[in-house]
C-alpha cells in the first residue's frame, strides 16, 4: 500500500463486513417470504428465487472483482452498490400495492401454461437478481480497498469473510426473532433498506477520507508460491464443489429437521443460523491458526475425507437424538424454541458440516499464496463460483437427489462426493495405503449410500409399521399411512394429517354444506386438495356442471388420485372436474368472476404459504373471483386457532364480505371446524337449502334434514358500521406469527378451540 495513503481503521472496517452480512441474510430471508405472497407457496416458488438470490451474488462478485483490479475508488463503488441494494429493494417493499392487478390481468388459463411460468421467472428475475447482484460487490471492494501484500502469509480478505459470515448470524435473529414479530414484515424490509442507507452514508465518508489506491506491482510468481500449494483452477473446483456440497447439505437438513420441528416460519431461520455459525467458526479458524506446510500439502484432502465420514455418521446421529426433540414438546418461548432447533441442527449436522465448512476458507487462504492478482479480483472469482455451485447444488438436492434417495440416501452421496474429491486433492507422493485406503473409501460409501442409507425410516416409530409409501423432494416429505384409528391418511412432515378415508363425511361435508346454500351451484371452485374427498364430494350434487380444484403439490394431487379414488368418486379423472397444479391464492387471484361457489380447505394457519389465504387481500381475491350472486366458504380448523385468532380472521373476513354467516361443519367438539360465509350480493336463505336439499337427496347423515343443517348454524354477523382492528395482512403477518408462536411455546396443551373452550365460545353466539 502506497504509505501517503489514509485509510479507515481495520476494525471499523470489519464492523461493517459484519453489518453487510446482517443486512444481506435479513434481505434474503424477508425477500423469500415476501415472493411467497407474489408468486404462491408452489413447489417452484421459494426456489426460483433462492436461485435468483445465489445467481444475482455470483455475478455481482464476479464483476466486482474484474472492476476491483482496477478502480483506485473501491469505497465509492461498494458505496454505490449498496444504495443500489436499497433502491432496487423498494419494489420488493412495495409488493402488494403495485402486484394486485397481474393475476387477474394474466388470467387463470394463461396463469397455468407458458405466459404464466415466463411472467413468474420473468418477476422473480426483475425482483431479486438485480439488488442482489448490488449485494455480491461489497466483498471484493472491500477486499481491494485492505489489499496490502500478496505474498502475505496471511490472506487480508478472509478477517473480511469471516467477519460478514458472523454478521449474518445477527440478520438471522434480526429477520427471525425480532423484525417480523415485533413490526411486521412491512417495517422489517424498511427498517433493513434503512441500514442499506446508512452503510452508504459509511462508505461516501471512507472514500472520503481515503486517498486513490496506488497500483501494487505483482510479484513474480514463483517467487513466494509453496511447491505444495494447488493451482489456482484446482481451487477454484475447490470453491465451487464446496458451494454445491454445502448447500445440498443444508437443503436436505431442512428437510430432516422439520420432521421433529413444528413446520413454522422459525424452524428454518433455526437451521440457516446453526449451519451459517459453523461456517463462520470454521472462517475463524482458517483465518487465525497458522497455516503449516503439512496443512498446505493436506488441508483441503483431510477436510474432505473428514466431511466425508461425519456425513456418513449424520443419519445414526439423526435417529439418536430425535427421540429427545419431540414435534409436541413446547417451548418457553420462541427464544427457547429456536435454540432447541439450532442445538439439534448442530448434533446431527455439527460435525460434517464443520469439515466441510473448512474446505472454501482454506481454499482462499491457499489461493492468496504468491497469487498475483489483487484480493478484490481473486475473491470475486471464488465467491462467484462458490455461489454458482450453491445454487447447483441447491437445484439437485431438491430435484433430483431428495426424491430419488430420500434425505439419508442423499446425506450418505453427499458423503460419498466428498471422498470421491478427496481422492483427487491426494497430495502428492502419498503413502500407498493412504491413496488405496481413500479409494475404499469411495466405493465403501457408495454402495452404503445407494443401498443401506434410502431404507432408514424417516416417519414417528409409533407409525412405521403403517407406512405404505414415501416422498421426499421439494414439495415436502409425505406418507402414506393405512393406521387402524385414521384408515388410509396423508402424513406430512412427520408431523400432521391432510386428510384420512376414517374423516371422508366430515371432509365431504365441507363442500355439501356451502353448495346447499347456493341455488345454482354450476361452477365451483376448491381451494386444496388434500385427500381429494371434499371437492370430490361436489360431483355428487346434479347441480354441478363443472369443479376446479387448485392444488399447491403434484404430489399430494397423485397421491389423492393413487390411494384415495374411492373415498373422493375418482374426482382426478372425472370429466367434470379438473385439477391445477398451482398455488390456491395466486389462481384465485387470476379468476375474476369465475365461480358460483368456492370453498376453501382446512389451512395450517402458521404455515408460511398457508397463513397468507386467512389474509384481507386473499379474501379481496376471493370476492373479485365469485360470480354476481356467488358464495365464498371458509373452513377454519378451530382445533387449530385460539379465540383471538379466531377474531382477527373474522375482522379480516368481515372487512371484505360484510355480513358473514358462521356455520359449524360437525356438532363434535373435539375437532370443530367452523365455515364462514359471505357472498358478492347474495344473502343467506334457508327457503334456497331446503330446495337443494330436496333436489339432491344427500346420504350425509350429520344433514339428513334442513332442521338438522339449521342446526349447524351458529350466528350471521352484520356488516361492520367502522373499521375493524386487528386486521390481518400481508405486511403484517399477525397470524402466522402468532400462531406459530402458540404453538412452539404450548405444543399439544395450546389453548385451541375445542372441547370446553369450545363449548364456551359458541355460547357468545347463543
Not at 514 to 531: D, I, N
Request: with cysteine; hydrophobic share 50%; glycine share 8%.
Amino acid at each position: 500500500m502506497n504509505p501517503s495513503r489514509s485509510a479507515p481503521p481495520g476494525p471499523l472496517i470489519l464492523a461493517m463486513a459484519f453489518f453487510s452480512g446482517a443486512l444481506a441474510l435479513a434481505q434474503q430471508l424477508l425477500w423469500t417470504r415476501r415472493m411467497v405472497d407474489l408468486m404462491g407457496a408452489a413447489a417452484g416458488s421459494t426456489a426460483r428465487v433462492f436461485a435468483c438470490f445465489f445467481l444475482g451474488l455470483a455475478l455481482g462478485a464476479q464483476v466486482a472483482g474484474r472492476i476491483a483490479a482496477r478502480t483506485q475508488r473501491p469505497w465509492r463503488m461498494a458505496a454505490l452498490a449498496e444504495f443500489g441494494v436499497a433502491l432496487l429493494s423498494v419494489p420488493m417493499l412495495t409488493l402488494p400495492l403495485w402486484a394486485d392487478p397481474l393475476w387477474p390481468w394474466l388470467g387463470a388459463e394463461r396463469l397455468l401454461a407458458t405466459p404464466g411460468a415466463l411472467l413468474k421467472t420473468a418477476l422473480s428475475v426483475l425482483l431479486v437478481l438485480p439488488p442482489a447482484f448490488a449485494m455480491g460487490f461489497f466483498l471484493p471492494m472491500a477486499g481491494s480497498a485492505l489489499h496490502t501484500d500478496r505474498n502475505a502469509d496471511r490472506d487480508p480478505g478472509l478477517p473480511l469473510y469471516v467477519a460478514n459470515t458472523f454478521g449474518a448470524l445477527a440478520g438471522i435473529l434480526f429477520g427471525i426473532l425480532y423484525l417480523p414479530a415485533g413490526a411486521g414484515l412491512f417495517s422489517a424490509m424498511r427498517w433493513v433498506i434503512v441500514g442499506n442507507l446508512l452503510s452508504t452514508v459509511v462508505y461516501l465518508c471512507f472514500d472520503h477520507f481515503s486517498s486513490p489506491l496506488s497500483p501494487v506491482p505483482a510479484p513474480p510468481k514463483s517467487d513466494n508460491v509453496p511447491a505444495a500449494v494447488p493451482s489456482p483452477r484446482t481451487l477454484l473446483a475447490v470453491a465451487a464443489l464446496s458451494g454445491f456440497l454445502v448447500l445440498a447439505l443444508e437443503i436436505n437438513a431442512l428437510m430432516l429437521v422439520q420432521l421433529v420441528a413444528p413446520l413454522s416460519f422459525f424452524a428454518p431461520g433455526a437451521i440457516l443460523f446453526a449451519f451459517i455459525g459453523i461456517l463462520a467458526v470454521c472462517g475463524l479458524s482458517v483465518a487465525t491458526l497458522p497455516l503449516s506446510p503439512f496443512w498446505r500439502e493436506n488441508g483441503l484432502f483431510i477436510t474432505a475425507i473428514s466431511a466425508g465420514i461425519a456425513l456418513w455418521i449424520s443419519p445414526f446421529l439423526f435417529h439418536t437424538f430425535a427421540p429427545h426433540f419431540p414435534v409436541d414438546t413446547p417451548a418457553a418461548s420462541l427464544t427457547a424454541f429456536f435454540l432447541r432447533i439450532v442445538l439439534f441442527s448442530l448434533l446431527v449436522f455439527g460435525p460434517a458440516v464443520f469439515f466441510a465448512g473448512l474446505w472454501f476458507p482454506l481454499a482462499a487462504r491457499l489461493s492468496a499464496q504468491g497469487s498475483t492478482q489483487s484480493t478484490g479480483a481473486r475473491w470475486g472469482g471464488l465467491l462467484a463460483v462458490n455461489g454458482l455451485g450453491g445454487w447447483l447444488g441447491a437445484e439437485a438436492a431438491y430435484r433430483f437427489l431428495l426424491p430419488a434417495f430420500g434425505p439419508f440416501g442423499t446425506l450418505g452421496l453427499l458423503g460419498t462426493l466428498y471422498l470421491f474429491a478427496a481422492n483427487l486433492l491426494i497430495p502428492p507422493h502419498p503413502s500407498p495405503w493412504i491413496r488405496r485406503a481413500a479409494l475404499a473409501l469411495f466405493f465403501v460409501g457408495g454402495y452404503i449410500s445407494l443401498q443401506v442409507f434410502p431404507s432408514l425410516p424417516t416417519t414417528h416409530p409409533s407409525l412405521r409399521p403403517h407406512v405404505r409409501e414415501e416422498s421426499h423432494g421439494r414439495e415436502g416429505s409425505f406418507a402414506i399411512l393405512d393406521h387402524p384409528a385414521m384408515g388410509r391418511a396423508i402424513l406430512m412432515y412427520n408431523q400432521y394429517i391432510l386428510g384420512s378415508s376414517a374423516a371422508t363425511p366430515a371432509q365431504a361435508r365441507q363442500a355439501h354444506i356451502p353448495l346447499l346454500l347456493h341455488p345454482t351451484p354450476h361452477r365451483v371452485g376448491f381451494l386444496g386438495a388434500g385427500t381429494g374427498i371434499s371437492p370430490g364430494a361436489a360431483l355428487d350434487h346434479t347441480a354441478v356442471e363443472h369443479v376446479e380444484t387448485a392444488e399447491l403439490s403434484s404430489t399430494v394431487a397423485q397421491a389423492a388420485h393413487q390411494w384415495f379414488a374411492t373415498e373422493n368418486r375418482n374426482w382426478y379423472t372425472d370429466p367434470r372436474s379438473t385439477v391445477h397444479i398451482e398455488d390456491a391464492r395466486t389462481w384465485v387471484a387470476a379468476s375474476p368472476d369465475r365461480f358460483d361457489v368456492l370453498v376453501s380447505d382446512l389451512f395450517l394457519p402458521w404455515g408460511p404459504g398457508e397463513g397468507r389465504l386467512f389474509t384481507v387481500e386473499h379474501f379481496t381475491a376471493c370476492r373479485a373471483a365469485l360470480a354476481p350472486d356467488g358464495l365464498f366458504c371458509m373452513w377454519l380448523p378451530l382445533y387449530q386457532l385460539t379465540e383471538e385468532q379466531v377474531t382477527l380472521i373474522l375482522n379480516s373476513f368481515r372487512t371484505v364480505f360484510g355480513t358473514t354467516h358462521l356455520i359449524l361443519r360437525e356438532t363434535s367438539p373435539e375437532s370443530p371446524a367452523l365455515g364462514l360465509i359471505g357472498w358478492k350480493n347474495g344473502r343467506l336463505d334457508w327457503n334456497t337449502a331446503k330446495t337443494r336439499l330436496t333436489a339432491e337427496n344427500l346420504t350425509d347423515p350429520e344433514i339428513p334434514t334442513l332442521a338438522a343443517l339449521q342446526a349447524l348454524s351458529l350466528h350471521t354477523l352484520p356488516a361492520p358500521q367502522q373499521p375493524l382492528s386487528p386486521l390481518n395482512t400481508l405486511d403484517n403477518l399477525h397470524l402466522e406469527l402468532d400462531a406459530s408462536r402458540v404453538l412452539l411455546q404450548y405444543g399439544n396443551k395450546a389453548p385451541y378451540l375445542t372441547e370446553i373452550r369450545f363449548q364456551t365460545w359458541r355460547k357468545i353466539f347463543k
